[in-house]
Every structure is written in C-alpha cells, then in structure tokens.
C-alpha cells in the first residue's frame, strides 16, 4: 500500500480529537439546536475564510437532515 503511512497518520489524528473532544460540550449543543428548533428559533452561523465554509456546510447539512414532508425545518 503506496499511501500507509498517510493514511495511519491521518486515522490517528482523528482518534486523538475523538478521544479529547468533551462530550458534555457535544450535549450542550445538540441541545440547544433542539431548543432552538422546537420554539422556531433561527440557527446563526458564521466564519471568516476556510471557516465560512465550515459554517456554510454546517447550515446546509442542518437544514437538509430536518427537512422532512409535514415536519417543521430548523431555520439556518
């Protein structure tokens, strides 16, 4: 395989953020969306260069797995 190491390196880059990312703060988040799509809030999200992408695909990404026929969208 031409591209192991790549490859290793990359997977465990992506253990050590799992492994260290707070799950409490991962909660807190969904939770918040959920508020905020329940009461029929609006969802802002932002970035500045590589970020706006960022935020761009996450306010896709949010709308479309919410939309569902005869369901109310989470505003984004």
């Not at 990312?21 to 991962?26: A, G, M």
């Not at 988040?29 to 959920?34: C, P, T």
């Amino acid at each position: 395989m031409k591209n192991k190491a790549y490859i290793e390196n990359y997977l465990d880059g992506i253990k050590q953020i799992s492994a260290e990312i707070c799950r409490e703060d991962i909660d807190r988040v969904i939770e918040s969306l959920f508020e905020a799509w329940a009461a029929e809030k609006r969802i802002l999200i932002f970035g500045n260069g590589g970020s706006a992408g960022t935020a761009s695909h996450f306010a896709a990404d949010l709308n479309k797995c919410t939309s569902f026929e005869g369901k109310k969208r989470i505003k984004v």
